[in-house]
């Protein structure tokens, strides 16, 4: 399936990253104000590298029957999320998304969908970056006799693997609270599900109140290694994995703990208010910066 996407607004890269935290406690962070402001303009604003993960938005049509597969949109769960980076993303490009179903498997009460987006730049035809989404899908599973999951290939390696988080203290640790508002500018960047914004609909999927998105959790995660670990240059990462563990509700506190193993920094962030691991994952640096 190829669609043509545009993300020719600037406006769009500046509103995501205040959508992620970026200077919500200090407007004139050295580290952060480049993504939302450039004294020569928006169009020299740099780009949030999770940014990429909107290019994956509908990728899973949940407006739209797939063929040999039922499901109802309300029990689907985001699992986790891949993003490989081939080059920094330019903050003004007119974009072409290649969509595919690369894997599913039947777990019985349930099944886990696997797709994989392309994003390319419509002028050159140059690959910028990759996005690989897993979602469960309750209550759509038992279709098949085989217990053999499809898959067709391994790619990225170990991204299905169990995510190990040391036992030592972490190298680094980030503190910063989300704002009780902060779905409701999230939701701007272009996921609407009300699941984030509408109380009603949120008790009936069983939580008290309109939870956070968990790209934006994996927004303020990041956001937090480039400052620790990058110190501010997002042209370091390389590959990103965040695996979505629990809810968080806006106005909680995100703890993002951080390891270095080689040129790979592992992370977990909990919600301090809960002591409750929400998101884990790791990213691939091209390199470490020289400081650490």
């Given at each position: ?183 409701l500018l999230y939701r701007l ?11 009603t609909f949120a008790k009936v ?88």
């Amino acid at each position: 399936m190829i669609d043509a996407a545009s993300c020719s607004a600037t406006r769009d890269v500046a509103l995501y990253a205040l959508g992620v935290g970026a200077c919500a406690h200090d407007a004139v962070d050295a580290d952060e104000l480049k993504y939302v402001h450039h004294e020569s303009g928006l169009r020299f604003i740099q780009v949030l590298p999770t940014f990429a993960a909107l290019f994956s938005l509908g990728a899973v049509p949940l407006d739209k029957d797939i063929p040999g597969l039922r499901f109802d949109p309300r029990l689907l769960l985001h699992g986790q999320q891949y993003i490989e980076l081939y080059r920094p993303l330019p903050s003004r490009a007119t974009l072409k998304n290649k969509a595919s179903v690369v894997g599913l498997h039947d777990k019985g009460k349930a099944a886990v969908l696997e797709t994989e987006v392309r994003c390319f730049d419509e002028g050159s035809g140059e690959l910028l970056c990759m996005n690989r989404i897993t979602t469960y899908l309750r209550g759509a599973g038992g279709f098949s006799e085989s217990s053999k999951p499809y898959s067709y290939s391994n790619y990225p390696p170990n991204q299905v693997s169990a995510i190990r988080i040391p036992k030592e203290q972490p190298f680094s640790v980030f503190e910063d609270q989300t704002q009780p508002s902060q779905a409701l500018l999230y939701r701007l960047s272009g996921d609407y599900n009300p699941l984030h914004s509408d109380p009603t609909f949120a008790k009936v999927a069983g939580f008290s109140r309109p939870i956070l998105h968990g790209l934006c959790t994996l927004g303020f995660a990041v956001r937090a290694i480039i400052k620790r670990i990058c110190r501010g240059d997002s042209s370091m990462v390389k590959n990103i994995l965040g695996r979505f563990l629990l809810h968080v509700y806006p106005g909680e506190t995100l703890m993002t703990e951080m390891w270095i193993e080689g040129s790979r920094v592992i992370y977990q962030t909990k919600v301090k208010e809960r002591n409750r691991a929400v998101l884990s994952g790791y990213m691939d640096l091209h390199r470490l910066a020289s400081s650490l």
